[in-house]
């Protein structure tokens, strides 16, 4: 069964680095979406992209993001200088547009 | 704004038990969806029922969604250990790419 899957499953940075979290959607989706959950604490909604493009995003998904897709395959949340309060578990998922979202497995982000 | 929100938080029961987990939110929905996610892991899509559905049966799995009172129930029934995880609701309210809103969640423990 085709699912999402996300690298690295952890990742460990100091504070005011730059990361880049990857995923390859399920391949014959179209929508695809980043999610973050503080630990202990709600999923939340951080961005969706539809056909190149931004759809929506949350007030989490500030200037310090980013996303892209840079091939037919992978997706990627780019965070430009972490804080603290960037560590997560930072999920992706994708969708075909009847609204059921598969999810990766989920980079646990740890920022130092 | 939109939310799904579960009950009970904590949900301990033995196991071959049914547990039933309960979720309300706030505004009118498009689809309710159900995920599963194991301690530190990814979410696991169970199951969606659609806003003019009003059960829906996956294997053990029973939801029902009651839109009057803006509220779903997910059932399961023969319990096992391997069903200990949490349990979320996620709510979305249009149609295509849409993002879900999530609820803080069930912790369901099965004893063997």
């Known amino acids: 069964e085709p699912e999402v899957t996300q690298t690295p499953s952890h990742q460990v940075t100091q504070m005011g680095q730059e990361v880049i979290l990857r995923c390859v959607p399920i391949?014959?989706?179209?929508?695809f979406y980043w999610y973050r959950q503080i630990l202990g604490q709600k999923v939340e909604f951080l961005v969706s992209?539809?056909?190149?493009?931004?759809?929506?995003k949350s007030e989490i998904f500030d200037d310090q993001f980013s996303v892209e897709r840079p091939d037919g395959s992978n997706f990627t949340l780019k965070i430009r200088s972490t804080k603290l309060e960037d560590s997560a578990m930072y999920f992706c998922?994708?969708?075909?547009?009847?609204?059921?979202?598969?999810f990766g497995p989920g980079t646990r982000l740890t920022v130092t | 704004s939109q939310q799904g929100e579960e009950d009970p938080q904590a949900l301990s029961i033995q196991e071959g038990e049914n547990a039933t987990m309960n979720c309300s939110y706030k505004?009118?929905?498009?689809?309710l969806q159900w995920y599963r996610q194991n301690s530190g892991r990814g979410l696991v899509h169970l199951i969606l029922?659609?806003?003019?559905?009003r059960e829906k049966h996956s294997g053990r799995l029973r939801v029902t969604l009651d839109t009057s009172k803006k509220s779903s129930s997910l059932l399961i029934t023969a319990s096992r250990a391997a069903d200990t995880a949490s349990y979320f609701c996620?709510?979305?309210?249009?149609?295509?790419?849409?993002?879900?809103?999530f609820g803080k969640g069930t912790r369901l423990s099965v004893i063997a």
């Open positions: 998922a994708s969708g075909y547009g009847g609204n059921e979202q598969y």
């Open positions: 996620a709510t979305d309210v249009i149609s295509g790419n849409t993002p879900l809103v």
């Open positions: 505004t009118s929905i498009n689809n």
């Open positions: 029922i659609r806003s003019n559905e």
């Open positions: 992209f539809y056909n190149n493009e931004i759809s929506e």
């Open positions: 391949s014959n989706h179209l929508y």
